[in-house]
């Protein structure tokens, strides 16, 4: 499989360069790595959640919980932690041995951000034309970047690199659903529900989320359930899924809505994605589609769309999966209107990360001026929707 390597500030690692320490150097290392990450987590801040005010939607309250808020930038840092002490704790890694991920990006921005703290090796297999911002705050972090041409392989490719590093893949399409705290009040979901009652707004009825690994889904879809059990403030919200175009993930959901079963027989897409982030040309297996109470298929243009509305309405410079999230909102609140429900309540979403790391095409001026006759109708759609 041909692949390109970009320059890296990390050589290239080899099976003979790490060798496995003795037991009695390996756990004061592994307890040191622990308490390490520990200060890490409890240094991280609250992030922000805001508040669009659109008259067009009557009494909803549209909230956002700004991840761009993260040390690393995005939502993935709450990710990069949870992996890196699953695996700790898990034994899974060795001083000296490389951290190997297959990531679109974020994640690997992130994991990158955090093995350099902890004075490890970061290695990160993404997709050819993954942006070019990402590949380079991947690097900027001591991190390799390794392109390959198949992004279904992704995982395959980053297995082969651990096995011959004698590194370790940390596989966030594995253990995104597993790895992180979704119970307590400071997981994610726990941070936004308490925000919500603390700022006194009205109750949460959905929150809605692209799927790249499904961690995040898994992580609302485990709280609020444990909610309904306790019959606390929150507990009726729903996990509503947003998916690109081309992705397998919204016609998986229909199956498991269908059959009450979830396949990973669906045919690939027949052109590839450009929201970076979300959506997968096959089924992960980390993604559940029973932690979704619906789903949408988001047309690309929307999604471009309405993140650059929010870029100029909102002052909101975020990615296209972001966008994806606010358009499947809208419509979602569109077709409650439609249909004479109430629109009462606070709805959510993520903004995942910044516009900056899509400098060719949402951060890039000249992009939007060339896009604005294919965007025009999704932005005229959004403007009647809002004002």
């Known amino acids: 499989m041909p692949t390109t390597a970009l320059p890296s500030t990390a050589p290239f690692s080899t099976p003979a360069a790490h060798h496995a320490p003795h037991a009695t150097q390996r756990e004061p290392w592994r307890q040191r790595s622990l308490m390490k990450l520990a200060a890490l987590k409890a240094a991280t801040p609250v992030t922000p959640l805001l508040e669009l005010s659109l008259r067009g939607l009557g009494e909803a309250r549209i909230l956002i919980k700004d991840e761009r808020a993260h040390a690393s930038g995005s939502l993935k840092h709450r990710l990069a932690m949870s992996l890196f002490e699953q695996a700790l704790q898990k034994d899974w890694l060795t001083p000296g041995g490389p951290v190997i991920e297959a990531s679109s990006g974020s994640t690997a921005v992130s994991e990158a951000w955090l093995a350099r703290r902890l004075g490890l090796e970061f290695i990160a297999v993404v997709p050819r034309g993954t942006a070019f911002y990402k590949q380079q705050a991947i690097r900027g972090e001591g991190g390799r970047v390794v392109e390959i041409e198949d992004s279904a392989r992704l995982c395959q490719h980053a297995q082969a690199l651990a096995d011959d590093s004698g590194g370790h893949f940390i596989n966030q399409f594995r253990h995104a659903a597993t790895a992180g705290d979704w119970a307590s009040d400071t997981s994610l ?100 589609p029973a932690h979704f109470d619906d789903y949408r298929r988001i047309a690309d243009a929307r999604s471009q769309a309405a993140a650059l509305w929010l870029a100029e309405n909102a002052g909101l410079e975020v990615g296209p999966s972001t966008g994806t999230a606010f358009a499947g909102l809208l419509e979602s609140l569109a077709l409650r209107r439609a249909r004479g429900e109430s629109l009462a309540g606070s709805w959510l979403l993520l903004a995942c990360d910044h516009a900056e790391r899509y400098a060719t095409t949402l951060g890039d001026p000249a992009w939007r001026a060339a896009q604005q006759s294919r965007l025009a109708p999704q932005r005229a759609w959004i403007e009647a929707l809002t004002a």
Do not use: M
């Not at 998916?243 to 397998?248: A, F, L, R």
């Open 189 to 288: 979901p726990g941070e936004c529900l308490a925000q919500i009652a603390a700022r006194e707004l009205p109750e949460l009825q959905a929150v809605f989320l692209g799927a790249g690994t499904g961690g995040s889904a898994a992580s609302f879809a485990r709280h609020l359930r444990h909610k309904r059990h306790l019959h606390q403030e929150g507990h009726r919200a729903r996990v509503i899924g947003v998916d690109p175009e081309h992705s397998v993930y919204h016609a998986c959901w229909q199956h498991h809505r269908a059959h009450g079963t979830r396949t990973t027989r669906l045919p690939a897409p027949q052109a590839s994605n450009p929201i970076e982030g979300i959506g997968r040309p096959c089924v992960l297996e980390a993604f559940n």
